[in-house]
T-cell receptor, first 115, second 113 residues
């Protein structure tokens, strides 16, 4: 269990507002990810980070930005939220190197509603 | 293009009945294959994974999956479903580095008494 914590768990906001979703982990995993879940679409990768200085875009990065403030913290920002960013957002972590099995450990999700 | 297809959006089975959830993938290299389960209000939890070796893999909660390279499939099975198995199930494929995981759209399992 990677003990991944996401805050907030639920957030309702208005179009044009700036939103930050935060993720922290306590087990020292190197890699951190942000996914978005939409009904019927599964999970899609927004951004991923291998370490503090290594940030990479995923499949759907437009409209999002991230910050890896520390090894254990990875934040997702929506600079100007729009209604089609209403979704369930997951933070996940994994290991690299010889301990990397590709398994992802997920937080419990942050449900964002943009009105 | 790399993709994962779960043909069934939802499935309903009776408690005690057997279960098979289908997964087909398209991947250029040797894939790492996974099944995750998402209970309501929860994150995803790994059920099982396949990297190499025996094509029948065992997972948690009595689940197993069989990798069939010729059919590009990785179907999930359970011989006897329990009411607590009601959840959404995701098949996923990853590269060998494990950092580009592609998920299927999910199959929601309903269990009736």
């Amino acid at each position: 269990d990677a003990d991944v914590t996401q805050t907030p768990r639920n957030r309702i906001t208005k179009t044009g507002k700036r939103i930050m979703l935060e993720c922290s982990q306590t087990k020292g995993h190197d890699r951190m990810y942000w996914y978005r879940q939409d009904p019927g679409l599964g999970l899609r990768l927004i951004y991923y980070s291998f370490d503090v200085k290594d940030i990479n875009k995923g499949e759907i990065s437009d409209g999002y930005s991230v910050s890896r403030q520390a090894q254990a913290k990875f934040s997702l920002s929506l600079e100007s939220a729009i209604p089609n960013q209403t979704a369930l957002y997951f933070c996940a972590v994994s290991n690299r190197g010889t301990t990397n099995t590709g398994e992802l450990f997920f937080g419990e999700g942050s449900r964002l509603t943009v009105l | 293009a790399q993709s994962v297809t779960q043909p069934d959006i939802h499935i309903t089975v009776s408690e005690g009945a057997s279960l098979e959830l289908r997964c087909n993938y398209s991947y250029g290299a040797t894939p790492y294959l996974f099944w995750y389960v998402q209970s309501p209000g929860q994150g995803l939890q790994l059920l099982l994974k396949y990297f190499s070796g025996d094509t029948l893999v065992q997972g948690i909660k009595g689940f197993e999956a069989e990798f069939k390279r010729s059919q590009s499939s990785f179907n999930l099975r359970k011989p006897s479903v329990h009411w607590s198995d009601a959840a959404e199930y995701f098949c996923a494929v990853s590269n060998t580095g494990g950092f580009k995981t592609i998920f299927g759209a999910g199959t929601r399992l309903f269990v009736k008494a």
